[in-house]
C-alpha cells in the first residue's frame, strides 16, 4: 500500500514540476519579448529619420506634419498607423490618406487633397467635390469661384438626393465645351421634385428641366439657343423649359 501511495506522490510531484518549468518559461519567454519590444520602440537602428509627403506640399504639407506630432526619438514599430490615419483625415481639405513605414527610417504619407466642384448654399458657403459630398465651409481667403448650388434641403436623405442630382448637372456640363463649359455655369437651382433651373453668364436666361435628363437634351438645347442667336431674340429670352418630350417652351421678356 505505501509503494503505491508514495509512487502517487512521485506522479503528482513531477506533474508540478513540470508545469512549474512551462509556466516559468511562458514567463521568461514573454518578458524577454517585451524587453526586445520596448528596445525596438526606441532602437536608434529603426528610428524615425524622415517623413515624406506625396500629394500634398506647401503650407497643406506643413499642417499635416503638425498634426501628426510625430515623436522623433521612436522607431518606425512604434507609430500606430491608424490612430495616425485617424488624425490626418480629420483636416477639412484631405479626402484619403494611406501611410507606409519603410524602414530603416522612413514614413510615407501619401494624401489626397479634396478637390471642389461646386459651392453649395446651405446658410453659409461649403465646398462640394467630386463625389457630391459637402466638406469644408468656404472662409477667408478661400476661393469662390466655382458654379453655386442651391435651393438645398436641411434634410439629410432629401439633401443627398438633391446633391447627387446637382453632381450629375456638374459633370455633363464640365464635359462641354465653351459657352456651354463649367467656368461659365454660375447656378444650379435644385429643388425636392428633381427639377433644376440652370444659370450660364453668358445666357441671360434660366433653362428649366429635370436634372437627370440634362445629357440627352444638351444638344437639342444648344441648337434651339443657336437658333434664337442667330433671329437675334437672345436678349429677349427669359426662360427655356425642356421639360416638354422633344419640344421646348420658350418664354421672352415684354418689350
Known amino acids: 500500500m505505501v509503494p503505491r501511495v508514495w509512487h ?25 519579448f517585451l524587453y526586445v519590444y520596448g528596445y525596438l520602440l526606441s532602437s536608434p537602428y529603426i528610428r ?16 499635416l506634419l503638425e498634426m501628426a506630432n510625430l515623436d522623433f526619438d521612436l522607431s518606425l514599430l512604434a507609430i500606430n498607423l491608424d490612430e495616425l490615419k485617424e488624425r490626418l483625415q480629420a483636416h477639412p481639405w484631405i479626402g484619403s490618406v494611406d501611410l507606409e513605414k519603410r524602414f530603416p527610417h522612413t ?20 465646398y462640394m467635390n467630386r463625389r457630391g459630398k459637402v466638406f469644408k465651409q468656404a472662409v477667408g481667403l478661400d476661393s469662390l469661384d466655382y458654379p453655386v448650388v442651391t435651393g438645398i434641403s436641411t434634410e439629410d436623405e432629401e439633401k443627398e438626393r438633391q446633391l447627387q442630382v446637382a453632381l450629375e448637372v456638374l459633370r455633363v456640363v464640365e464635359a462641354e ?11 444650379i437651382h435644385v429643388r425636392k421634385d428633381g427639377n433644376v433651373s440652370l444659370y450660364f453668364t453668358f445666357l441671360h436666361a434660366e433653362i428649366q428641366l429635370r436634372g437627370t435628363d440634362l445629357a440627352l437634351k444638351m444638344a437639342d438645347l444648344k441648337r434651339l439657343v443657336e ?17 416638354y418630350g422633344d419640344a421646348a417652351a420658350v418664354s421672352f421678356r415684354k418689350g
Not at 517623413?51 to 497643406?60: I, R
Not at 514614413?107 to 458657403?125: G, M, Q, S, T, W
Open 48 to 63: 524615425l529619420e524622415r517623413v515624406v509627403f506625396q500629394g500634398v506640399d506647401g503650407e497643406l504639407k506643413d499642417e
Open 107 to 126: 514614413l510615407r504619407i501619401r494624401a489626397e487633397k479634396e478637390e471642389p466642384l461646386a459651392l453649395v448654399n446651405l446658410d453659409h458657403f461649403f
Open 8 to 32: 502517487a506522490f512521485r506522479l503528482i510531484g513531477t506533474g508540478f514540476a513540470r508545469m512549474f518549468f512551462v509556466i516559468f518559461g511562458v514567463v521568461v519567454v514573454s518578458l524577454m
Open 227 to 243: 437658333h434664337l442667336n442667330s433671329e437675334g431674340r437672345i436678349p429677349m429670352v427669359r426662360s427655356i423649359n425642356l421639360n
Open 177 to 187: 465645351h465653351p459657352p456651354w463649359c463649367l467656368d461659365n455655369l454660375s447656378e
